[in-house]
């Protein structure tokens, strides 16, 4: 249906005929990126590389706080200040100033007026002080999609998209997981620094596929994304075996 939200397992993600393609925008600036099916291993496999990149976007560029979005002066807006609007009188003159702030995600409205005929010159520079303290109760940012909140990642609805589940046993996200991608890690050198990328993969007990990409040697991105590549190609294997995901 027109207009509804997608799950957040496919937020800023469509499925082409041969790939998914990742299309994401923040403050104007779009990144954009396909994962071939036949270069991870399959569809499924292809659509876990996606959403760990697009995941990884998300976190490198969050959606904006609340407070800076409440703090964008519109064209419409009189006085260069956003949230202070000044109310006429019949004649013309200014009656009073008003300060109004959306509280969105507590469900209220703050607002308070100041009459030039009790404050004077005053009142507008007493409403621009009642916007800040207004603006100061606003926390959080703008969540567009739950996908914004990459703390866990759900699976594809199946009956609104027509797919089965993808995080499956080998495919379940942790919370101390850095990557957005199940089996792919961030390995640390004894002195804390991040110092690999690693793709691991239990076949069967005992038996484990396990491969590293050096950052020093890749760069941070690019050995995360071959790691990513790598873990699909172990997923693929696993299949292939007979493995339960």
Known sequence: MAGTLKSAAL???????????????R????????????????????LLAAQGWRDQVIREHPPILRRDKATKAYRN?????????????????????????HLVQEGRILQKSF??????????????AERQEQLAQMNGRIHRHPAADTTHIPSIDSQAHKARPVLQRAQVLYRN????????SCARSSDGQPCAWVAKTQLAPGKTLWSQFSIRRYGNEKAMELAIQERARQLARRRTLGGDL
């Open 177 to 184: 997981n850095r990557s957005g991608v199940p089996g792919v």
């Open 11 to 25: 937020y800023g993600i469509e499925e082409q005929k041969a790939c998914w393609v990742v299309v994401l925008t």
């Open 27 to 46: 403050y104007t600036k779009r990144w954009t990126k396909s994962f071939a099916f036949s270069m991870y291993g399959g569809r499924e496999s292809a």
């Open 115 to 128: 009459s030039i005929a009790r404050y004077g010159e005053r009142a507008k520079e007493l409403a621009i």
């Open 77 to 101: 807006n009189k006085t260069g200040i956003p949230g202070v609007v000044c109310l006429y009188r019949k004649d013309g003159s200014i009656e009073r100033w008003l300060a109004k702030t």
